[in-house]
């Protein structure tokens, strides 16, 4: 399947409040129901549990300190985010472009990016995973898509099935339309210097997650 280039979907526009709201209330069940979440977290408690306690560590469960900075870059889904995180003073969300964050170098234990960099063409996606790699300390992850036959029918499917919005039944198809082979990714990971990288795929939950230390591991 060739990607589509250039195809933009009804999130990468200006939507109304209400129509916004409705299709991240979409994009958050299927997250939920079919592991996306899962699969992230699952690295970063891999990567809280080796890090040394006075850091950014786990969750408040394990009494653990925590500090997650959101990085959204449109109006709209940023007051959405501050909104469902109000309750949770470890939560900060700022405005930023992923391709200029306004954090220093080496500050984040862990960088992640959840079903975005489909969103960017290349010559946005490499800059934004530079950037990434920048201020990433200890632990790089990008969980997003996999552009395979299945995985389009899979979300097609889904998307149909559960009744979703009909933003979420036209971009979940055209996301993974969107979205990087592994091969792909990986040259876009090596022209970010985000190297060595492992990219593994999930093909019947249509995704694929990247894991990639920052320098300060690769270099002992």
């Known amino acids: 399947m060739r990607r589509a280039v250039g195809a933009r979907e009804y999130l990468d526009g200006r939507v109304s409040a209400t129509d916004l709201a409705a299709t991240l209330a979409d994009l958050d069940?299927?997250?939920?129901?079919?592991?996306?979440?899962a699969l992230s977290l699952a690295r970063v408690r891999r990567v809280a549990a080796a890090a040394p306690r006075g850091s950014?560590?786990?969750a408040r469960r394990a009494g653990r300190r925590v500090r997650v900075l959101v990085v959204e870059a449109g109006d709209g889904t940023a007051r959405l985010a501050a909104a469902a995180c109000a309750s949770y003073p470890e939560i900060a969300v700022v405005r930023a472009d992923a391709r200029a964050l306004p954090l220093a170098g080496d500050c984040a234990d862990v960088v992640h990016a959840g079903l975005t960099l489909h969103h960017l063409e290349p010559d946005a996606a490499v800059p934004a995973l530079r950037e990434m790699r920048r201020v990433c300390r200890r632990h790089l992850v990008v969980n997003d898509l996999t552009r395979t036959r299945l995985a389009f029918g899979l979300v097609w499917l889904v998307t149909r099935?559960?009744?979703?919005?009909?933003?979420?039944?036209?971009?979940?198809?055209?996301?993974?339309?969107?979205?990087?082979a592994p091969a792909e990714l990986r040259r876009l990971l090596g022209a970010a210097g985000a190297t060595p990288a492992t990219v593994t795929t999930y093909p019947w939950l249509a995704r694929l997650v990247v894991d990639a230390q920052a320098r300060a591991e690769q270099h002992g």
């Open 56 to 58: 950014t560590l786990w």
């Open 29 to 37: 069940r299927l997250n939920t129901w079919f592991g996306g979440y």
């Open 161 to 180: 099935v559960l009744r979703l919005h009909p933003m979420s039944r036209h971009d979940g198809p055209l996301s993974v339309r969107r979205a990087y």
